[in-house]
């Protein structure tokens, strides 16, 4: 059992990266826990379903991003499904019991297909970017509601995205209830925005994907289980940026993406 | 053997279809109307309620996809 006495300092917070074949933002997503001062460990999935490691042990889970099982069938399936049919017992018990659950791009997929997000037994889907391409580039997506992730990101958060299927489509027919049911939950966490931080109401390339209400980042209705489509880990330091001489001056510090570490450890360290 | 086919549903935008579509057009195809894409998986082994299961549980994201099973 992880120590979840009220003593927890930054130090002893262990947090479980789940790797599969074909992740390759794992050692980003280590580097930005240990940044912090907390322990990461980037363990297979493999591990995990065959019992050598428990989920009990650790306080905190990020599924990173990448292209789990060469993004075949669909993007973050295979990995969703594994997830699903052999560890949904343990990860309910871990999400019950509060302890956050970070899902970067592929790990946003597998959440989708695993049926963790966004709950309320509403299914939902990534399918193919609207551009029909691989969208690689830096958009500004607001904070809206996003329980403990979002408590201490700014408002207008400037971060890369980095998929072909991060368009988020809502069940036929059903697209306005369930989106406004996700917004009076409090379940939106990001929306894909302008410069100026107004709405992109699905334009070219500000909301990248073509994803319905502009839906860049999703939790779960208790807040803590959050999945989101851009990368934090590629917007941790200043020097991440391609403008950072220009906005930012030094390059030490750090970018937008750090604040979403900081309130997942955050969290751990005054729960526990 | 079974065939099955997967492909968004008919009111879930397509990118893969429009984009061929309109690469059809500037080829000069200007008979071509619309163009839909889905992807083909063959499977032999299973029972056809199998079949049903691996498309439901896996091979299909019934929230923005449709499936088929032909028996070949």
Same mark, same amino acid.
């Given at each position: 059992m992880a120590d979840r006495g009220e003593t927890l300092r930054l130090e002893d917070v262990k947090v479980l990266i789940i790797r599969a074949p074909g992740t390759n933002c794992d050692a980003e997503t280590k580097d930005a826990v240990f940044d912090m001062g907390a322990r990461a460990d980037v363990v297979h999935l493999n591990r995990i379903i065959k019992g050598n490691i428990s989920l009990e042990d650790y306080h905190g889970i990020i599924l990173p991003g990448g292209f789990s099982f060469g993004d075949m069938v669909r993007s973050g399936v295979i990995l969703g499904k594994l997830l699903r049919y052999n560890l949904k017992k343990e990860f309910d018990e871990f999400i019950a019991e509060g302890n956050p659950v970070l899902g970067i791009c592929n790990g946003f997929q597998a959440l989708i297909e695993a049926d963790f997000l966004p709950g309320l037994d509403i299914s939902l889907a990534l399918g193919k970017n609207i551009s029909a391409r691989f969208e690689d580039r830096w958009c500004h997506i607001k904070r809206y509601r996003g329980g403990l992730f979002t408590r201490s990101v700014g408002e207008l958060v400037k971060i890369p995205v980095a998929n072909g299927e991060g368009r %988020?489509? %809502?069940p036929e027919g059903k697209e306005e209830k369930i989106y406004e049911e996700l917004g009076e939950n409090r379940q939106i966490a990001f929306k894909y925005a302008t410069g100026e931080g107004k709405p992109a109401m699905g334009s070219y390339p500000e909301n990248p994907s073509g994803s319905y209400g502009d839906i860049a980042g999703l939790t *779960? *209705?208790? /807040? *803590?289980? =959050?999945? =989101? =489509?851009p990368h934090p880990e590629r917007a941790f330091y200043r020097y991440m940026y391609p403008d950072w001489t220009r906005d930012y001056g030094k390059p030490e510090? +750090? /970018? &937008? /993406? +750090?604040y979403i570490f900081k &309130? =997942? %450890? &955050? +969290?751990i360290v005054k729960k526990l | 053997m079974w065939e099955v086919r997967i492909y968004y549903k008919k009111g879930v935008q397509d990118p893969e279809g429009d984009t061929t579509l309109q690469g059809l057009k500037m080829l000069g195809f200007d008979c071509a109307e619309e163009v839909k894409t889905a992807k083909i998986f063959w499977i032999r082994g299973c029972d056809r309620e199998e079949v049903e299961k691996i498309c439901r549980r896996f091979l299909a994201n019934t929230t923005s996809q449709d499936y088929e099973i032909l028996q070949l």
């Open positions: %988020l489509i %809502l *779960n *209705n208790a /807040g *803590n289980v =959050m999945g =989101m =489509m510090g +750090y /970018g &937008d /993406g +750090y &309130d =997942m %450890l &955050d +969290y | -």
